[in-house]
Structures are given as structure tokens and as C-alpha cells.
């Protein structure tokens, strides 16, 4: 009798431990299963992005989203604000996604999800919005630019979040230009100046501005060529004055000579020639006897002279 209820009370127990066992278990599922989880999401503007909750065990309890400015987005399948932007992905008692399109910096934020138990469960999820930076603009250009002058090239690109990386290069090695960061609102103007002196070695070198960011996959790029004039420049820029110059004056004195030569060889050639009128044959009675007497008088005839030039 004894060591059977000594058997029964050694069951007894293991049955206790059983059960103590399950409901720790239990009670864990339910106090750690039953909160939500999420994961900050990082887009670039424009893009899209997709904030999901998540919860391991759900007593049939609703899931919410709610924006930065605590505004409620969908509450489980129920959409809560107007936004045709935003639009539910899954909808369940263990996932609650939703999607942004066409986000812009101003959605940038801290967002809430809430599991409605007794009492709410709620975590947070950061949506990093990245500025794509415009393309770069290069000013301070002279053209063309003259021997000793100081001149500043600026770069400047507008838009980006974080700011973006300015650099230079002089043909293909860098060089190091001033930095200036300006915020407009949630996105960066960077600019970057270059100084230097003129020299005309810079003539036909290439500055090149290259702007860098996290959205590029390729940095942007914008070149301008320098252009110097200095004393005696032959360079390929511009004509050569002293040459044209030449070739106007060589052409002026063989003309002018052309002409002087000319002139002399006309002044030396005049032409003369000889008219004869026959004496006598305007008294003739008529034409023979006229004939007549101017055969007579040929040898006879008056030599006139003409002259021509």
C-alpha cells in the first residue's frame, strides 16, 4: 500500500511539472508572440517602398499602420486615408504590408505599427528617403580667357539628401576645390569653386566636375575646355593676324606692279598709218576721169599721220 501511494504521488507530481512546464511555455507564446515586428526601409525619391508588420502569434487582433503625423493608413484590409499612392500588399492576422509609391522627401518619417491587444502593442519603422542630386552646372567660364587673369570656376548640383561629393579634376588628375553645403528644405545645394591663376599651359585643358552620391550608380559629369589668348599665341583657336597680314601686302605689290608694267607697255606701243586723198579728182567731169587724175596724183599724195594711244 505504501509504495503505491508513494507511485501515485510520484506521478502526480510529473503530471504537475507537465503542466507547469506547458503553461510557461504558453504564457510566453502569447506575451512575446504577440508583438509586432518591422524594419526601417530606406527608397529613393521616386521610387516605392513597402512597410510590412509582422507578428509570430495572433489571437485574432487587428493590425494597424499609422504615418509620421500619427494618421491612420490601413487598419488590417481597411484602408483609413485617402492617398491613391498608398495601397495594401497583405492583408492577415500575422502580416499587415503596405506599399508607398512615388515617394517623395516629405514622406520621410517615423512609422507606427499597432497590434490592438490589452493594452496595445506598438513599434516603429523609419522610412529614409534619399534625393537623387541634379545634374552639375559649371560657371565662371571666360572665353576666352587672357595670361595672368584670376579666374573661379564653380560647380553646383541641387537636390541631393544626403548632400552629395563634389570633386575636380584638370584634365585627368584631381584637384582640390572649396566646398560649400546650403539645406533647401529636406534636400542639399553643394557648390565647390576652383581658383586659380591663368596660365597658358591652361590653354585647351579640360576642367571637369564629377558629382558623387548613393543613388548614382555612375557619377555625373560636365566639362568645359579652357581657352587662352596671350601675347604671340599661334595657337589653333583663333587666325593668325601676322600671317594674313603678309599675305595682304605680298598681294598688294604684285598688283601694283602688274599695273606699273602695263601701263609701260601701252605708253611704248602707239600705232600710225597713212590716208591718201587723190588732188584733182573732186574737178573731174565724172568718175573715169576721176579715177584717172587720182591714179595720176598717187605718187603724188600728201602723207597724213594719225596717231593713236
Given at each position: ?5 508513494r ?18 511555455k ?27 508588420c ?10 494597424q499602420?499609422s ?30 504590408t ?15 505599427c499597432?497590434?490592438?491587444t490589452?493594452?496595445?502593442?506598438t ?38 539628401k ?13 584637384v ?121 596724183n ?12
Amino acid at each position: 500500500m505504501i509504495v503505491k501511494q508513494r507511485l501515485i504521488f510520484i506521478l502526480y507530481s510529473l503530471c504537475a511539472s507537465v503542466f507547469r512546464v506547458a503553461a510557461t511555455k504558453s504564457k510566453g507564446k502569447g506575451s512575446q508572440g504577440q508583438f509586432p515586428i518591422t524594419q526601417n526601409v530606406t527608397v529613393v525619391e521616386g521610387g516605392a517602398a513597402n512597410m510590412t508588420c509582422r507578428v509570430d502569434y495572433n489571437d485574432n487582433t487587428s493590425l494597424q499602420w499609422s504615418n509620421p503625423a500619427q494618421q491612420t493608413l490601413f487598419f488590417g484590409d481597411k484602408k483609413a486615408l485617402r492617398d491613391h499612392r498608398i495601397e495594401l500588399v497583405r492583408a492577415s492576422w500575422q502580416e499587415l504590408t503596405i506599399r508607398i509609391s512615388d515617394v517623395s522627401l516629405s514622406d520621410e518619417g517615423t512609422y507606427t505599427c499597432s497590434l490592438f491587444t490589452m493594452p496595445v502593442k506598438t513599434t516603429k519603422a523609419f522610412l529614409t528617403v534619399l534625393g537623387v542630386p541634379g545634374r552639375p552646372e559649371i560657371t565662371g567660364f571666360t572665353k576666352p580667357a587672357k595670361e595672368d587673369d584670376v579666374i573661379t570656376l564653380t560647380c553646383t548640383t541641387s537636390g541631393s539628401k544626403p548632400a552629395a561629393n563634389i570633386r575636380w579634376f584638370r584634365n585627368d588628375k584631381e584637384v582640390q576645390g572649396s566646398k560649400e553645403v546650403n539645406a533647401t528644405g529636406k534636400s542639399f545645394t553643394v557648390r565647390s569653386s576652383l581658383q586659380f591663376q591663368v596660365d597658358k599651359r591652361d590653354d585647351g585643358v579640360a576642367y571637369t566636375c564629377s558629382v558623387e552620391h548613393a543613388t548614382l550608380s555612375s557619377p555625373y559629369m560636365t566639362t568645359e575646355v579652357l581657352e587662352v589668348h596671350y601675347p604671340n599665341s599661334l595657337g589653333p583657336h583663333g587666325p593668325d593676324h601676322a600671317l594674313i597680314g603678309g599675305v595682304v601686302a605680298v598681294v598688294v605689290f604684285i598688283t601694283l606692279c602688274l599695273i606699273i608694267v602695263l601701263g609701260r607697255y601701252l605708253a611704248r606701243h602707239k600705232g600710225t598709218y597713212l590716208t591718201h586723198e587723190a588732188k584733182g579728182a573732186e574737178d573731174a567731169p565724172d568718175a573715169d576721169t576721176a579715177i584717172i587724175n587720182a591714179e595720176g596724183n598717187h605718187v603724188h599724195a600728201e602723207e597724213k599721220k594719225e596717231y593713236f594711244i
